[in-house]
Nanobody, 119 residues
Framework: QVQLVESGGGLVQAGGSLTLSCAAS????????MGWYRQAPGKQRELVAA???????NYEDSVKGRFTISRDNAKNTLYLQMNSLKPEDTAIYYC?????????????WGQGTQVTVSS
């Protein structure tokens, strides 16, 4: 198991920046494809960005070129640098860690951090 705690959300004007952090309770070095998801009111949770244990990244189309996901395995922390924020980025952002127990995948989530972008 792993516990995840997000931080760094807040209120920012359009065009501004925020950096989200996700601190894990244990080592993340072997966890593949850790990711950031977001859920806006009335919408489904969607994948924003993911990073493999080897550092390969992928992004949802609307955030490409604006968001950067990274991980620091020594600090057991996942980051999401968000630049050029838009009102449509407003959502609760969640950190996700998928773990394989030899028989099934288990997805662990943080409590979420609110990001609000004003126009």
């Amino acid at each position: 198991q792993v516990q995840l705690v997000e931080s760094g959300g807040g209120l920012v004007q359009a065009g501004g920046s925020l950096t989200l952090s996700c601190a894990a309770s244990g080592s993340i070095s072997s966890i593949n494809n850790m990711g950031w998801y977001r859920q806006a009111p009335g919408k489904q949770r969607e994948l924003v960005a993911a990073v493999s244990d080897g550092g390969i990244t992928n992004y949802e189309d609307s955030v490409k070129g604006r968001f950067t996901i990274s991980r620091d395995n020594a600090k057991n922390t996942l980051y999401l640098q968000m630049n050029s924020l838009k009102p449509e980025d407003t959502a609760i952002y969640y950190c996700n860690a998928p773990l394989w127990d030899g028989a099934a995948w288990h997805h662990y989530w943080g409590q979420g951090t609110q990001v609000t972008v004003s126009s």
